[in-house]
C-alpha cells in the first residue's frame, strides 16, 4: 500500500473524485462520496497519506469546491433525461441548512454527508500535517467555480478567488446566523371604530397551526457548527497568523467554544472516543484564548 501510495494511488484517488465531479450525476456523486470516505479513512491519524494529499495539485481545490458548492445557493430541482438533478449556486443567496424544502431531502442529506466527509477530510489533513494550516491561508479559489475552464483542477482562474479559510468562515457565519422568527398566521379581526375611520385589526389565527420546523435539519446545523468550530480550532493552533485570522472574521472564541463543546458531547453520546477526544482538547484550547 506504501508504495502505490507513493506512485498512483493517491493521486488516483484524487484524479476519481475529480472526474466524479466534472460528471456531476447521481452515479458519480455517489463515487465522489465513496472517494471521500476512502480518503478520509487512509489519512485518519497517518502522516504520509496526509502529505501525499496535500502534495497533490488537485486535491484542496476538489477539497474546497465541494464545501463552497455546498454554500452557494438553495437547490434546485431540475429534470434532465427523467432524473431528478441538483444544481447549486444559482446565485439566489447562501444555503443554511434548516431553509431546504421537504422534496429535497434526499438530495440535500447526499449532498449534506458529501460535504461532512469533505470537511473531515480536511480536519484530518489539519491534524497530521501542519504545514496544511499556512497552505490553506495562502490557497485561492473562486467558490463558484464549477471546473468550466479545465485549468481550474489544478489551480483556479476564475475571476474572483477568494481565501480558502474565507470559504470555511463563510459557512460557519452563515450557520449560525439567527434564524428569521417563525411566521404567525394571522386573519383580520371585526373592524373597530377608534375616533376615526374603520381600522381592520390582525391577531394570531387559534384555528390554524403555525409552520411545522424538523429538527433534524437543526441537529444537521449543529454538527456542522460543531465540527467546523474544532478545525477553526486545529487550524488555529500553532499558527498566529490563522488566529487573527479567524477570530477577527467570527468576532472572537466564545461561539467557537459553544460549538466545539457541542460537537464533543455528540461524540461522547455516540461513541467516537478518538473525535471526542480531538473535540475536547480543542474546547480547552478554544477556552485558554479567553482568557
Sequence with gaps: VEKAREEWLAEGLIALGVCAELDGGASARNCMQVTFRVLVSLTHSDEAWGRKVVESECALGFILRVIAGFQSSGVDVV?????????LGNGRGKMKVAELKD???ERFTHALDTLCLALGLLTNLVQVFDEVKDTLREFRIDPTCKLRKRACIRSCTCLHPTNALDILIALY???????????????????????????????PD???D???FDADTDSDALFLRGHLAVLFGLLIQGSSANKAHILSAIDGSEKLVEHA???AA????FGGETEGRVAKEVVVFLESLKT
Excluded: C, W
Excluded at 79 to 87: A, C, M, N, T, W
Excluded at 266 to 269: G, I, L, T
Design 261 to 263: 463543546r457541542d460537537f
Design 210 to 212: 403555525p409552520p411545522e
Design 103 to 105: 422534496g429535497n431531502s
Design 266 to 269: 455528540f461524540y461522547d453520546a
Design 79 to 87: 429534470k434532465k433525461e427523467e432524473e431528478s438533478q441538483v444544481r
Design 173 to 203: 457565519k452563515y450557520q449560525i446566523s439567527p434564524s428569521p422568527s417563525p411566521p404567525v398566521v394571522i386573519k383580520p379581526d371585526l373592524p373597530t371604530m377608534d375616533n376615526g375611520p374603520l381600522k381592520p385589526h390582525l391577531k
Design 206 to 208: 387559534p384555528d390554524l
